[in-house]
């Protein structure tokens, strides 16, 4: 069963098309995580479900009900905006309860209902306020309260923590994965941000110019990452990636070489030759070693106390970062080599998708 | 550099001003109250200091023309007012969706509010004129009128007619304050709104009418005043006919003063005009004051 289904859906606004053959099936409770650059078209689909902007053509599914071309208000779909959006001149009591009211429900399931919304989100204090009257992080509650009011088939979250200062964003990202296990509700979320997206969903979407570059788990991006665009968008400092060729290899084994440098890495695997792949090492599974195949120049540091990013322009000409534990005495100016393990290489065609 | 205390700076800057405003307004206005309590009359100078106490202002409350005068007012003034608001509402509603030359009709919407109301009034005492005008021309030729009507001449339809043409002038100000509002309600709050399940009605009361509503009553309040002295729109198309039919408050206190030439009771009908202004000022000023709390 799925609680949403997308079938080629595309979206063009005049002659531009932002959303292009979208295939995305959601299971219910999923929690589903959208993320990309900006302009990507992750807030634009997000808005196509929710039913405010038309779909130009594919089909959408909501449970067994084909549903691109209901009305927003029929699709039993509840969305938290960035804005929060809540309605300036009511309650917050007023505001959790709105929707309930719209559907003509009695008064005393609408008090009861906001009363133990009210306590999960630890808002009963505050019921008699105003928006006005309250802070960020209560507004960001009270959105997301009125959203839970109707128990709607899935709620919708666009960029919901980035008005919110760090610290807050850190607390309410915590108590948004609370409060999804609590309620088993489906969750679609929208957000620019990696890590809000690594550590939310049960599943990642990630956009790339109107497509899917690549739909898994959090750590089957970080893993397995299909293309160079997610390689180097999910993980920070973002992965290095190295002009690389191969031009022989015995059975069971090849040899890369790092295109400006002599030095060579083997995998114990049969790749197909080619002059110009892209070898990708995460700056974390880079070790400094005397004899490290990826040599270079530091160009600069960033001690973070439990870590040390060092930056240093390889052999290859690439700026390259590694990302070592603790603090280091590295410093500027000096020569160093790293290597890695094989099991942390990535290699991708000259086209960007991963072949190994 | 001599410095003096703040306040005392403060009283240098203000006095050149404050002597103007004393000598244009506070003068004349305490020689009108004065003059009210007088039998003062322009063309019998003798006459300027005879002591009358209250007599004019009893005069004037049991003047029959005069209260006409003030039931005339009220009507002008609930009919013209209450139509400019609606009109102006829908109008800045139909004004905030997209569509294909808005801009240019929002520019044409300050048009009626950039005639000088003496023009206003000239271009609609033609177009009702009785032998040449557009409004019997038109209903004729389409066919809704066998013959041409005297719109201004007719003591039951003077006052409509003449509301009619004010309310062209003035609903665009109501459809641009109401406009401006309109714009500052944020298009999540409508779409936040729609999820929640509220159709087009629920939609306008639950966030459009909370929004609009301080605005639109300050502007409201304003009209009623503007509406409430109405003078020169009367004085170019009817001069208070037929039959006293359009005579205002206003129209009725220029008649007694400077027509009549009675400055004494004139001077008394409006410091009665005065005081129904003042208590419609005051609506206006808590009103803004409210609006200041709530904000």
């Known amino acids: 069963m799925t609680a949403l289904s997308l079938k080629n859906i595309n979206k063009s606004f005049g002659e531009i098309q932002v959303i292009r053959d979208i295939n995305l099936d959601i299971k219910p409770g999923e929690f589903v995580v959208f993320v990309g650059p900006s302009g990507c078209g992750k807030s634009t689909l997000l808005r196509m479900i929710a039913g405010l902007e038309e779909i130009s053509s594919g089909e959408f599914w909501i449970q067994d009900r084909r549903a691109d071309q209901l009305p927003a208000s029929e699709r039993d779909i509840a969305m938290v905006f960035q804005s929060y959006a809540l309605y300036p001149h009511m309650t917050l009591a007023e505001n959790i309860g709105f929707p309930l009211r719209l559907g003509n429900q009695p008064k005393e399931i609408i008090e009861k209902k906001v009363q133990e919304i009210a306590s999960i989100l630890r808002l009963e204090k505050f019921l008699d306020r105003k928006p006005g009257q309250i802070s960020g992080g209560q507004r960001q509650r009270v959105a997301i309260g009125r959203a839970l009011a109707r128990d709607p088939k899935v709620i919708l979250l666009d960029e919901p923590l980035s008005n919110l200062d760090a610290a807050l964003r850190l607390e309410m990202r915590i108590e948004l994965a609370k409060l999804h296990k609590q309620l088993e509700a489906t969750m679609i979320y929208v957000t620019h941000d990696q890590v809000e997206a690594m550590t939310l969903a049960d599943r990642i979407v990630i956009l790339n110019n109107g497509e899917i570059a690549q739909v898994g788990s959090p750590l089957d991006l970080y893993t397995k990452p299909a293309n160079t665009f997610v390689a180097e968008f999910i993980g920070s400092p973002k992965m290095n990636l190295f002009p690389a060729s191969i031009t022989e290899g015995h059975p069971g084994e090849t040899k890369i070489n790092l295109i400006g440098s002599s030095s060579n890495l083997m995998v114990n695997k049969d790749i197909e030759p080619n002059n110009e792949l892209h070898l990708g090492i995460r700056p974390e599974h880079m070790t400094p070693s005397d004899e490290g195949a990826i040599k270079g120049i530091v160009t600069s540091t960033e001690q973070l106390g439990s870590d040390t990013y060092i930056y240093f322009d390889s052999e290859t000409k690439e700026q390259a970062v590694a990302r070592l534990n603790g603090i280091t005495a590295i410093r500027t100016g000096e020569k160093i080599s790293f290597d890695a393990s094989q099991e942390h290489y990535h290699l991708f065609s000259p086209g960007g998708d991963r072949i190994n | ?295």
Do not use: C
Request: no cysteine; charged share 10%.
């Open chain 2, 1 to 295: 550099m001599v410095r003096f205390p703040k306040a005392t700076t403060a009283w240098l800057l203000l006095t050149p001003m404050m002597t103007i405003i004393i000598g244009v307004v506070g003068y004349p206005l305490i020689k009108t109250v004065y003059y009210s309590f007088t039998a003062a009359h322009l063309a019998s100078p003798a006459t300027t200091d005879r002591w009358v106490g209250f007599k004019n202002y009893l005069k004037a409350l049991g003047n029959t023309k005069f209260l006409d005068s003030i039931e005339n007012t009220a009507y002008f003034v609930s009919v013209s007012v209450s139509a400019e608001i609606v009109i102006g509402v829908l109008v800045a509603l139909l004004l905030n969706q997209t569509f294909k030359g808005r801009t240019l009709l929002r520019a044409l919407l300050i048009l009626p509010l950039a005639l000088p109301t003496v023009v206003n009034a000239m271009m609609w005492r033609l177009i009702y004129g009785p032998d040449f005008g557009a409004l019997n021309a038109l209903l004729t030729q389409i066919g809704l009128m066998a013959e041409y009507q005297s719109w201004l001449g007719d003591p039951d339809l003077a006052l409509w007619m003449v509301a009619v043409a004010d309310i062209w002038k003035n609903f665009p100000l109501v459809a641009l304050i109401t406009l401006a509002a309109l714009q500052t309600i944020s298009k999540d709050l409508i779409e936040a709104a729609t999820l929640d399940g509220a159709n087009a009605w629920q939609r306008f009361w639950t966030v459009v009418f909370p929004a609009i509503i301080a605005p639109v009553s300050v502007a409201l309040v304003l009209r009623t005043i503007e509406a409430f002295k109405v003078f020169d729109i009367i004085y170019v198309m009817t001069r208070g006919g037929p039959a006293n039919s359009t005579k205002t408050v206003s129209f009725h206190v220029y008649q007694e003063a400077f027509a009549y030439m009675r400055i004494g009771s004139g001077a008394s009908y409006a410091l009665i005009v005065v005081l129904i202004s003042a208590v419609l000022i005051a609506t206006y000023l808590w009103l803004i004051k409210k609006q200041g709390n709530t904000a």
